[in-house]
């Protein structure tokens, strides 16, 4: 009974089987995921402040990802340009970029909490930039070769509204955990990363 339950649901609310219309389902579905990643990566910056980390590593948290973008774009276009298959590369460079919460999450079992790691920590996510460079040069080629026109605003649409309504509360539930377990500090933030990496995994895997 429940499995002919489940099947049916399936059938209604699965992917479609039609190749454009699967590959917008897909598109839909996954950046749910990845919403819970955004929602916990919003708190990047408090984590390093907390930690100790210096002035002048968490101004060049915010100031090297735009000067990374400005010296990559060309070159990493370039690069994919010259590629046979450029998928690989791109979901590769999405796990890369994402791969650093599990590490940051694990930097306080390894390094003591004091300003050395706030700084190494504040370090790890400025090298996550450079993956997610190469993920947004392909990101629009990608989108361009599996939706069709005609679908295009409509997936973008959904994809921005499904974001908005995850990013929204999750962030609001996630500050509300994170001032509730403030005395398991760095823990409780060390959860909040492996939550959000679980979400971006599971995005970069559909």
């Known amino acids: ?11 209604r609310f699965g992917p479609p089987k039609a190749t454009a219309d699967r590959n917008a389902w897909y598109l839909s579905v996954e950046v749910v995921f990845a919403s819970i990643l955004s929602a916990a990566a919003a708190f990047n910056s408090a984590y390093v402040v907390r930690l100790g980390a210096s002035n002048t590593v968490i101004g060049l948290m915010s100031s090297i990802p735009a000067l ?31 791969i650093v919460y599990p590490i940051i999450a694990l930097l306080p079992l ?46 973008m649409t959904t994809r921005s509204i499904l974001s908005s309504a995850i990013v929204a509360p999750a962030i609001f539930l996630a500050g509300r955990y994170l001032d509730a377990n403030q005395a398991s500090f760095p823990r409780n933030y060390q959860w909040l990363f492996l939550v959000g990496f679980l979400g971006g995994a599971i995005s970069v895997y559909l």
């Open 110 to 155: 390894l390094i003591a909490a004091d300003t050395t790691l706030g700084n190494a920590t504040a370090i790890v996510l400025i090298a996550a930039t450079i993956p997610s460079v190469l993920f947004s040069v392909a990101w629009n080629p990608m989108f361009a070769d599996v939706v069709p026109a005609r679908a295009r605003a409509s997936v």
């Open 1 to 11: 009974m429940w499995s002919y339950r489940l099947r049916m649901l399936w059938q």
């Open 68 to 98: 990374e973008a400005m010296l990559l774009y060309m070159p990493m276009a370039i690069f994919l340009e010259r590629r046979r298959r450029y998928m690989p590369w791109m979901v590769g460079s999405l796990l890369a970029s994402r």
